[in-house]
């Protein structure tokens, strides 16, 4: 007999590209304040998972996904620029109305000594290069059925004007993405 057993669970992974220059553009005024961030539109934001989750609105910012309870869901944010210029970092995952569906979410790293990292000495960056990266998730396990309104926050970060090796805080905004568990 050969049967192949899972877990029950699922690891979902949800990227989320942010044009910080929309942002700023119609928003730069931001909430200096982590627990009172800015509300934005739904126009600079682009949320993918994998296309056997997504219920509706893939690259959008209005991306519903879907979950079962036990599922493990992280977040992974980046700018257009993945952050070499503007840079963003989700601080906070809220829960604002419907079914509560997830657990508290936390952060968590996975350090690879040889990551792949183009050759700069290389026309077209082959072959590879390996450096130490260090990735890093914002998790949380799925707990229970249900649709969840929630809201994203991020900070998000320029280059000093005085040291452009250093990125400094611009400020802090959110959106309200949804979640369908079934």
Same mark, same amino acid.
């Given at each position: 007999?050969d %049967?192949?057993?899972?877990a029950?669970?699922?690891? /979902?992974?949800?990227?989320v590209?942010?044009? %910080?220059?929309? @942002?700023?553009?119609h928003? $730069?005024?931001? *909430?200096?304040? $982590?627990?009172?961030p800015t509300?934005?539109?739904?126009?600079?934001q682009?949320? /993918?998972?994998s296309n056997?989750?997504? /219920? *509706?609105?893939? &690259?959008?910012?209005?991306?519903?996904f879907?979950?079962?309870?036990?599922d493990?869901?992280?977040?992974r944010s980046?700018? /257009?620029?993945q952050?070499s210029?503007?840079a963003?970092i989700i601080?906070?995952i809220?829960y604002w *109305? &419907?079914?509560q569906?997830?657990n508290? !979410?936390v952060?968590?790293a996975v350090i690879?000594?040889?990551? @792949?990292?183009?050759?700069?000495?290389? $026309?077209n960056g082959?072959p590879a290069? %390996?450096?130490?990266?260090?990735?890093? *998730?914002?998790d949380s396990?799925?707990?229970? #059925? &249900?649709?969840?309104?929630f809201? @994203?926050? !991020?900070?998000?970060? %320029?280059i000093?004007?005085?040291n452009?090796?250093?990125?400094i805080l611009?400020g802090?905004?959110y959106?309200? $993405? #949804?979640i #369908?568990?079934?």
């Amino acid at each position: 007999m050969d %049967t192949q057993l899972s877990a029950s669970n699922e690891q /979902i992974d949800v990227l989320v590209v942010i044009d %910080t220059d929309y @942002v700023m553009k119609h928003y $730069p005024n931001p *909430s200096q304040d $982590p627990n009172n961030p800015t509300g934005i539109d739904h126009n600079s934001q682009h949320m /993918i998972v994998s296309n056997s989750n997504a /219920i *509706s609105g893939q &690259g959008s910012a209005d991306l519903n996904f879907s979950a079962k309870a036990g599922d493990n869901v992280s977040f992974r944010s980046t700018s /257009i620029y993945q952050n070499s210029d503007d840079a963003v970092i989700i601080y906070n995952i809220k829960y604002w *109305s &419907g079914d509560q569906v997830f657990n508290n !979410f936390v952060y968590n790293a996975v350090i690879r000594k040889q990551a @792949v990292v183009p050759n700069y000495d290389s $026309p077209n960056g082959l072959p590879a290069n %390996t450096a130490n990266i260090t990735f890093s *998730s914002f998790d949380s396990r799925v707990r229970s #059925t &249900g649709t969840e309104n929630f809201y @994203v926050q !991020f900070a998000l970060y %320029t280059i000093d004007p005085n040291n452009s090796d250093r990125q400094i805080l611009y400020g802090y905004y959110y959106w309200d $993405p #949804t979640i #369908t568990v079934k």
